[in-house]
């Protein structure tokens, strides 16, 4: 039973570590778009690459909350 909730917990730790990484992501991003030199089209970017971290963690998050879960992909 042990091994299980260490298993488990391992796993989470991971999607946890992943959270964090985009999270970091999305703070470059958002660094970047502030810079005032910078083209209407590379903030547009950066915010698309700001959307799919955003939408990474979540599932991030509903894999931590239901192992089962299974990501759709586009």
């Given amino acids: 039973m042990a091994n299980l909730e260490k298993k ?3 796993r989470i ?4 570590k992943n959270i964090e990484n985009s999270k970091e992501k999305i703070w ?3 660094q970047k778009m502030s810079k005032p ?3 209407e089209e590379k903030k547009e970017k950066l915010r698309q690459k ?3 971290e955003l939408h990474f963690i979540e599932i991030q998050e509903n894999i ?3 192992p089962d879960f ?3 992909t586009e």
């Avoid at 730790?13 to 946890?16: D, G, P, Q």
Wanted: glycine share 0%; net charge negative; charged share 35%.
């Fill in 50 to 52: 700001i959307n799919e």
């Fill in 8 to 10: 488990e917990q391992k």
């Fill in 70 to 72: 299974i990501a759709q």
């Fill in 37 to 39: 030199e910078l083209s």
């Fill in 64 to 66: 931590i909350e239901n």
């Fill in 13 to 16: 730790n991971a999607h946890e």
């Fill in 28 to 30: 470059k991003y958002e």
